[in-house]
């Protein structure tokens, strides 16, 4: 694809002073067609992440292009740049800047990072409650791809020369918003006696871990006394079990043995040997059965490297169990079980898929007397051991509906909603339109003639 560079990139350029307070106010001929403000983890894809950076900046104004390494002195963090981005807005806004306004409407946001970095993202922007929130692009980073790959950006890591760069931006003017829901997790369990703690454990120092999962401040309308309350949120996905064991022990073999699990093919031979060896590490089920040994909530048709977990349902077990077409912007989520490692080995074929569970608006789990100490749980690519209290009390973890954030996807993207649907049928062609007519008068036709025989 070729470019004519200057006139092209002034199409995403966001000026200085909109971003930044103290900067000079710039003179506008007109406004950008795609505004992106960027955002990019150094730490994901070994070295991409930090040569993806510095392309960033010279194509665009470096002052649009943000790097997220939260725990680095002196940087930024990205809810802090997001907060203070938006507040400037606001205040030229008042102030009767007559860009802004047009600029927050098409403004886009990019996200360069593993699945745990948009996810962060994700909640930094469901937290400021815009009114116009900016639509989200995934740019494929490291080893967890799963939300780019759902939206259509795929799952190798991206090109990070100049040439990549804009090809990636002229795919971002093009995509089309698409709404997503989250979901919001609690865990709630009684303080433990003797004062043990029973934070969440992340396993060692991960490259891109932002920590999804957190105890609430004694501040917040959640937190309970007696009780330790832990709150996150997610968008593909939340897991326990061996799924999550696994996911802990890969990340914490990645960083002992980087050389080892730096490609794609080692990483799932990686994630085999230590499905067959670990065991399958979750206190055992009453309800839906004991043969469960690990539960995924699935809120997209991504998981594992693209795959489709609940897959599709035929005919029979949609009538059966009452199961609806799985969208993402339908205010459910699919809960799958998986009885063993080899059970989940089974799902890299094509067309695998796991026991389907329950298609659910809300969800609790809770674990009783008898569970283990611990379990393993993990929240969109973000894996954490679980310390659980050994007393009689319940502890209990629920999962509800908590809105929506807009997504971009390609045309060709593996997830659907409801307007992606109403799309299809638009634009259904002569020959399709016809047989579906056909269809409906035959149906009709039958209809008539059961009521002709009443």
């Given at each position: 694809?070729?470019?004519?560079?200057?006139?092209?990139?002034?199409?995403?350029?966001?000026?200085?002073?909109?971003?930044?307070?103290?900067?000079?106010?710039?003179?506008?001929?007109?406004?950008?067609?795609?505004?992106?403000?960027?955002f990019?983890?150094?730490?994901?894809?070994?070295?991409?992440?930090?040569?993806?950076?510095?392309?960033?900046?010279?194509?665009?104004?470096?002052?649009?292009?943000?790097?997220?390494?939260?725990?680095?002195?002196?940087?930024?963090?990205?809810?802090?740049?997001?907060?203070?981005?938006?507040?400037?807005?606001?205040?030229?806004?008042?102030?009767?800047?007559?860009?802004?306004?047009?600029?927050?409407?098409?403004?886009?946001i990019?996200v360069?990072?593993g699945?745990?970095?948009?996810?962060?993202?994700?909640?930094?922007?469901?937290?400021?409650?815009?009114?116009?929130?900016?639509?989200?692009a995934?740019?494929?980073?490291?080893?967890?791809?799963?939300?780019?790959?759902?939206?259509?950006?795929?799952?190798?890591?991206?090109?990070?020369?100049?040439?990549?760069?804009?090809?990636?931006?002229?795919?971002?003017?093009?995509?089309?918003?698409?709404?997503?829901?989250?979901?919001?997790?609690?865990?709630?369990?009684?303080?433990?006696?003797?004062g043990?703690?029973?934070?969440?454990?992340?396993?060692?120092?991960?490259?891109?871990?932002?920590?999804?999962?957190?105890?609430?401040?004694?501040?917040?309308?959640?937190?309970?006394?007696?009780?330790?309350?832990?709150?996150?949120?997610?968008?593909?996905?939340?897991?326990?079990?061996?799924?999550?064991?696994?996911?802990?022990?890969?990340?914490?073999?990645?960083?002992?043995?980087?050389?080892?699990?730096?490609?794609?093919?080692?990483?799932?031979?990686?994630?085999?040997?230590?499905?067959?060896?670990?065991?399958?590490?979750?206190?055992?089920?009453?309800?839906?059965s004991?043969?469960?040994?690990?539960?995924?909530?699935?809120?997209?048709?991504?998981?594992?490297?693209?795959?489709?977990?609940?897959?599709?349902?035929?005919?029979?077990?949609?009538?059966?169990?009452?199961?609806?077409?799985?969208?993402?912007?339908?205010?459910?989520?699919?809960?799958?079980?998986f009885?063993?490692?080899?059970?989940?080995?089974?799902?890299?074929?094509?067309?695998?898929?796991?026991?389907?569970?329950?298609?659910?608006?809300?969800?609790?789990?809770e674990?009783?007397?008898?569970?283990?100490?611990?379990?393993?749980?993990?929240?969109?690519?973000?894996?954490?051991?679980?310390?659980l209290?050994?007393?009689?009390?319940?502890?209990?973890v629920?999962?509800?509906?908590?809105?929506?954030?807009?997504?971009?996807?390609?045309?060709?993207?593996?997830?659907?909603?409801?307007?992606?649907?109403?799309?299809?049928?638009?634009?259904?062609?002569?020959?399709?339109?016809?047989?579906?007519?056909?269809?409906?008068?035959?149906?009709?036709?039958?209809c008539?003639?059961?009521?002709?025989?009443?």
């Amino acid at each position: 694809m070729e470019f004519d560079s200057e006139n092209f990139l002034k199409e995403f350029y966001i000026p200085s002073y909109m971003l930044n307070p103290q900067a000079k106010v710039e003179c506008l001929p007109d406004i950008p067609e795609c505004p992106v403000l960027v955002f990019i983890n150094s730490r994901s894809g070994g070295q991409l992440g930090g040569d993806l950076l510095i392309t960033y900046r010279t194509v665009l104004n470096k002052d649009q292009v943000k790097l997220v390494r939260p725990r680095l002195v002196g940087e930024e963090a990205p809810d802090s740049v997001l907060r203070r981005v938006f507040l400037n807005l606001e205040m030229l806004k008042n102030n009767g800047d007559e860009f802004v306004p047009k600029l927050e409407e098409k403004l886009k946001i990019v996200v360069a990072g593993g699945d745990g970095t948009a996810g962060w993202l994700l909640g930094v922007l469901s937290d400021l409650k815009l009114s116009r929130p900016p639509p989200v692009a995934t740019v494929p980073l490291g080893t967890e791809n799963n939300v780019p790959f759902a939206f259509g950006w795929g799952k190798r890591n991206p090109g990070t020369d100049r040439k990549s760069v804009m090809s990636f931006l002229e795919r971002v003017r093009k995509a089309k918003p698409m709404s997503l829901d989250s979901w919001h997790i609690l865990m709630r369990m009684r303080a433990p006696k003797g004062g043990s703690n029973c934070d969440p454990i992340a396993p060692l120092e991960l490259p891109h871990s932002l920590h999804a999962f957190d105890r609430v401040s004694s501040t917040d309308d959640l937190n309970m006394e007696g009780y330790h309350t832990f709150r996150g949120g997610f968008w593909n996905y939340f897991s326990m079990g061996m799924d999550a064991q696994v996911s802990y022990a890969f990340h914490s073999e990645r960083k002992l043995h980087l050389e080892k699990i730096n490609k794609k093919l080692i990483n799932q031979s990686t994630y085999a040997k230590l499905g067959g060896t670990q065991g399958w590490f979750y206190p055992s089920l009453a309800h839906p059965s004991s043969s469960i040994r690990s539960i995924v909530c699935l809120n997209l048709p991504s998981f594992s490297g693209g795959l489709n977990r609940w897959g599709t349902p035929n005919n029979n077990s949609r009538r059966s169990y009452d199961l609806t077409p799985s969208y993402v912007d339908d205010g459910v989520i699919e809960v799958i079980g998986f009885k063993d490692a080899w059970h989940g080995l089974v799902l890299l074929a094509r067309k695998g898929h796991g026991t389907r569970l329950a298609q659910a608006h809300r969800i609790q789990f809770e674990f009783s007397k008898g569970a283990a100490d611990h379990t393993y749980m993990a929240i969109d690519g973000e894996p954490w051991r679980q310390p659980l209290p050994s007393d009689d009390e319940t502890v209990v973890v629920e999962i509800s509906h908590f809105g929506q954030v807009k997504m971009l996807a390609t045309y060709d993207c593996v997830s659907k909603d409801h307007e992606s649907v109403g799309e299809e049928w638009r634009n259904f062609g002569a020959a399709d339109l016809l047989e579906f007519e056909r269809i409906l008068f035959r149906f009709f036709n039958t209809c008539a003639k059961n009521v002709y025989k009443n």
